[in-house]
């Protein structure tokens, strides 16, 4: 039994015999590999490779493997080949044979880890020590596969890979001097969804470029909103936080750009609005969707000009504002049917950051979990509680049509209603057993839209049960192309689900 050194020592599966091919089969056409591969959880499609070995029989078994399995794939000859490929574009790992003409691969290890730091790199050679092993990871490998491998410890060892690089991105985020926390809303960030978030405003927060956060209610957009503010150079400024869709239509114009005395009944004295308090900071659009019409001409205009005119007074004021927005509707949509201005829609929509709903993001609901009870605990006056297994799993089934917002609501309920020192099933409402077994739909949201995005994630999720998590034989019951099937699997998110 050979196996790679890391997965050998934890346990996983690859064996394979004596007699077995040095090189990967080659899959007939219409027939995926993945079927014999067995590894329970699959690659995002973004994810990409770079296969440096000298064997062309090996090089093009493992493209085509790769390529089938989800990842975007590239492939070098030699060490030269490797430099010009990692020069041209960023690698998420890298498979690399030691013995190559010209640089070895453990002479090119070192460059390799220097020149794409966030590089993880896999050694594979059919002469295969412990000495040799150790010396690979002590030159910055993160494992080392013994040819000849099974398909099975290939996409094993990658996933282990980028499992352990996408939990050092995460701890590293969380880890950063930026408030990760804000009320008591904490950003989680365990799936590879919240990770991508946080990424993406990381990179955001030090332009002045505006920002447009996409999601439903409840899915924490303020508590980004004010990250992004606490890692920009506005951070010591201030953060005005506004609901458009709070404030009546007749005043909303002079609450956000304020207004003359005089210049309306009962403006007996002249008064600051929104953008004038935010002057120098950050002011965030909350439900910008709610906007009336008019309005959103003068917020256009305030975008584009950098400048507001106060209710009743003749000239403008000169404004430094950065302007994040969010709304849990269709803009899109809107603006197809008229009801949001398309000139404003592109103004907001420099930056989208898409908010995955908690149901999209399962590994997080445990973080929350511990977060809401450590929180209520203490603001209740509490001793330190837990939960149990049964009633942590009945929370992770849950599908959260109100997302983080609903999962407080249910934690405060519970720890008030304990009485031993930790949350059972006996705390929990009755109802989330109920709402888990079918789609649930908010109240209010009969979105056909999302209704159809419902019923095709669950159509996909019983094909591929039925496929046993044969992606193709999935695509042949559901009578789509297996191209058309990854892509649906990664817009649903049904790759980072549970099997």
Known sequence: MRKSVRAAAEGAPGARG????????????????????????????????????????????????????????????DAEQARERVAAQAFDLVLCDIRMPGTDGLDLLPELVRRAPGTTVIMMSAHGSNDLAIEAMNRGAYDYLTKPFQPSEVVLTIRKARERERLRRANALLQRDVSKVAGESPIVAASDAMVAVLEMIERAAEYKATVLLLGESGTGKEVLARAIQAQSTRREEAFVAVNCGAIPENLLESELFGHAKGAFTGADRARRGLFTEADGGTIFLDEIGELPAPLQVKLLRVLQEEEIRPVGESKPRKVDIRVLAATSRDLESDVREGRFREDLFYRLDVIRVEVPPLRERVEDIPLLVDHFIAHFARHLGKPPQTITNEALKRLVAHAWPGNIRELKNVIERALILSTGGRITLAELPPSLGEASAASPVAPGDLSLKKARARFERDWIRTALERAGGNRTHAARLLEISHRSLLYKIKEYGLGREPR
């Open 18 to 77: 004596p007699d077995a091919p040095a090189t990967l089969p080659v899959p007939r056409p219409g027939v995926g590999l993945s079927s014999g591969v067995g590894v329970a959880e699959e690659p995002r499609v973004t994810e990409r490779i770079l296969i440096v070995d000298d064997d062309p029989g090996l090089r093009d078994s493992l493209e085509i493997f790769l390529t089938q399995e989800g990842y975007s794939v590239s492939v070098a000859a």
